[in-house]
C-alpha cells in the first residue's frame, strides 16, 4: 500500500510558475514510474506527463509539453511538478499516482494509488 499526498499548488498569476510536489510512503515507489494528472472543473482527467522510475525517462502531453518538468528524489521518496508560463486553462486539481512498471504509461489504468489532488488557479 502506498499513500501519496500532493502539496505546492495555490493561486498564481498567468506566466507564473508552480512547484508541486508528491510525497510517497508506505513502500519505496523508486522501482515505478510516477504519473502526473489534472482535472478542470467539467472536465475529464488529462494526463500531464510521467517520469520513469530511474527518472532517466520523462514523458509530457503535448498541451504542457515545454512548460513542464518532472523529477524526483528517490531517497526521499519524492516526485515534483514544475510548470511555467502557467496559463488559466492550467487551472486544474493535479494529481500524482504509482504506476504498475518502472516504464509507465499514459493510460490512467495502469496506475494503482492515487493522492488526493492539489489545486492549482492561475489568474489571469
Known amino acids: 500500500q502506498v499513500q501519496l499526498v500532493e502539496s505546492g499548488g495555490g493561486l498564481v498569476q498567468a506566466g507564473g510558475s508552480v512547484r508541486v510536489s508528491c510525497a510517497a510512503s508506505?513502500?519505496?515507489?523508486?522501482?515505478?514510474?510516477m504519473g502526473w494528472v489534472r482535472q478542470a472543473p467539467g472536465k475529464e482527467r488529462e494526463y500531464v506527463g510521467r517520469i520513469t522510475g530511474n527518472g532517466a525517462g520523462t514523458f509530457y502531453a503535448d498541451s504542457v509539453k515545454g512548460r513542464v518538468t518532472l523529477s524526483r528524489d528517490n531517497v526521499k521518496n519524492m516526485v515534483y511538478l514544475q510548470m511555467n508560463s502557467l496559463k488559466p486553462e492550467d487551472t486544474a486539481v493535479y494529481y500524482c499516482a504509482v504506476g504498475r512498471t518502472d516504464w509507465g504509461t499514459r493510460d490512467s489504468s495502469g496506475y494503482d494509488y492515487w493522492g488526493q489532488g492539489t489545486q492549482v488557479t492561475v489568474s489571469s
Open positions: 508506505g513502500r519505496s515507489i523508486s522501482n515505478y514510474a
